[in-house]
Structures are given as C-alpha cells and as structure tokens.
C-alpha cells in the first residue's frame, strides 16, 4: 500500500507547475447517465425513466487558459431495448484555481440519436424504431492536471432535444432528456 500512496503523494504534493494547458487534447470518460425518453405516437405513449452506463470520447483545443472548444461522442447502455448516442460541440470556458485545478462550464449543440428494436412494449406496437434530432447541452466540472500531459475531471453534462421517427411512414414524436455523471481522462498534446 505504501508502495502505491507514496508516489501518489508525490505528484499531488510537488510544487512543479502544470499551468500550461493550452493545446489540443483528447480524452475518454465513463458513469452514469440518468435519461428519460418520453415519447407520443399513433395514439399511444410510453416514458422510459432509469439510470444507466454512459461512456464516450471527447476532445478539443484549448484556445487560452480560459477559453476552448470540445466535442465529444458517446452513448448510454440500453435501457428496455432502447440504446442513445449523442455528440455535442460547445465552447469551453475554464477557471484556473491553482496550477493543477480548474473549474469549467460548457454550453452548445448537441445531436441525440437513439434506435429500438421492440419485441413489444404494453404501448407500443412490434418492430423497430428510429428517431434522431438535434438540441442542447450544458455542463460542468473540475479539472485536475496529474502531470504535464495528463488530465483527470469530473463533471456533469445535460443534454435535451426532440427527437422525430427518421421514418417517413410514422408519426412518432419523443423528448429526450439526459444528465450523465462522469469521470475521465484525457492527453493533452
């Protein structure tokens, strides 16, 4: 154990300064995603409401200290034989506390998909669906810089759009709305 804690403490402790973060980076990350798919179609609805694993790449260029530019793709698990993947792009603002800490807030696009292939649900007929559409998304985090290169954060992410069947042949119309907990890891270059 302190074979593992000591070099651990070292990085954390050491007083050499990581300020630059301006660059491109990139990134993956992995947690929870609370989502909610409310839908409304041919007479009948259905709400599906749960919590399930998200995960997904990201990257960006980070103009400033302050100021950068992400995207990312990614996708929650399945969810009564539904599966949704996303990809946003927002500008990043940042907020050095220290030379390893920072505070960030995002805000931009986002791009919602999700498909299923139901072999009945108690309101919807059999078969396949596919609906996409595009939205909002909105976030925050901390960031902490482990090394010069290497990155770790936390944050949260809200991501909203109506999504419409890609179908011509139905009337299907669902709103989706989803917060995904995450952590991640990402290089900067």
Do not use: C
């Not at 009945?120 to 595009?134: L, P, T, W």
């Not at 936390?154 to 909203?160: C, Q």
């Amino acid at each position: 154990m302190k074979k593992v804690l000591l070099p651990l403490a070292l990085i954390l402790a050491s007083g050499s300064a990581i300020a630059d973060q301006q660059g491109a980076y990139i990134g993956g990350n992995i947690g929870n995603a609370s989502t909610n798919l409310s839908a409304h179609g041919h007479d009948k609805s259905f709400n599906l409401d749960d919590d399930v694993l998200a995960y997904g790449v990201y990257g960006g260029y980070n103009f400033t200290e302050n100021l950068g530019l992400e995207a990312t793709i990614g996708q929650t698990g399945e969810q009564e034989h539904v599966k949704k993947g996303y990809a946003t792009l927002t500008p990043r603002i940042m907020f050095p506390l220290n030379d390893r800490f920072s505070v960030y807030g995002k805000a931009g696009i986002a791009y919602v998909a999700a498909d299923a292939n139901y072999n009945g649900h108690e309101n919807m007929d059999r078969g396949d669906i596919d609906v996409d559409g595009f939205g909002w998304t909105a976030g925050a985090g901390v960031n902490f810089a482990v090394a010069e290169h290497l990155n770790v954060r936390a944050g949260v992410d809200y991501l909203t759009a109506e999504l419409e069947d890609s179908h011509n042949d139905r009337s299907l119309n669902i709103d989706s709305d989803t917060t995904i907990y995450s952590v991640g890891v990402d290089y900067k270059f």
